[in-house]
């Protein structure tokens, strides 16, 4: 299945919101706010990457990638998410697109490192992986996860996401 994935454009806006809605529509584990979580990191202009898939003309998938704070005060650190594929096109590799391409661009600005919430065996086929030492308060370990992107030792403490993640209905 071919896929172009290229940057948000301005007038990607309102198709995102979409496409992410239909993505957690029948999600478990989900408030179904995350497409007002990217509106708001993208209104507050802390969204540092955001990539769409394209397909047969139509945008299909979104990675978005925004700043995090961890506690320890280590610098450079980001939150992949959320990672949208609408569920018509699941399954097609379009998701593993959006990964490599949002880790190559997290990379190439020189971050440090990434830290994910969701599912280990998705997101450890990238090299993330649960760290004892890293934490999300109030998740279950083994759903929050971090690689590190410069070879860096990890950093310690609690991961706090912009504030605008707590956007809600």
């Not at 998701?95 to 949002?102: E, I, P, Q, T």
């Not at 090299?127 to 934490?135: D, N, S, Y």
Request: proline fraction near 7%; glycine fraction near 10%.
């Amino acid at each position: 299945m071919a896929c172009h994935v290229r940057p948000e454009r301005s007038n990607d806006a309102a198709a995102i919101e979409a496409l992410i809605a239909a993505a957690f529509l029948d999600a478990p584990h989900t408030s179904h706010t995350e497409q007002l979580i990217v509106a708001a990191v993208r209104a507050a202009g802390a969204l540092t990457v955001s990539l769409v898939a394209e397909a047969e003309g139509a945008v299909v998938g979104h990675v978005a990638v925004s700043p995090v704070t961890i506690s320890d005060g280590a610098l450079g650190w980001y939150g992949l998410g959320p990672i949208s594929v609408l569920p018509a096109w699941q399954g097609r590799g379009i998701g593993s697109a959006l990964m490599r391409a949002a880790l190559d661009a997290v990379r190439q600005m020189g971050a440090a490192g990434c830290v994910v919430l969701g599912e280990p065996a998705f997101y450890g086929r990238f090299g993330f992986k649960a760290e004892p030492g890293l934490v999300l308060p109030e998740i279950p370990p083994e759903y929050f996860q971090a690689i590190s992107l410069r070879g860096a030792n990890l950093p310690h403490g609690s991961v706090t996401y912009h504030q605008a993640f707590s956007a809600e209905q």
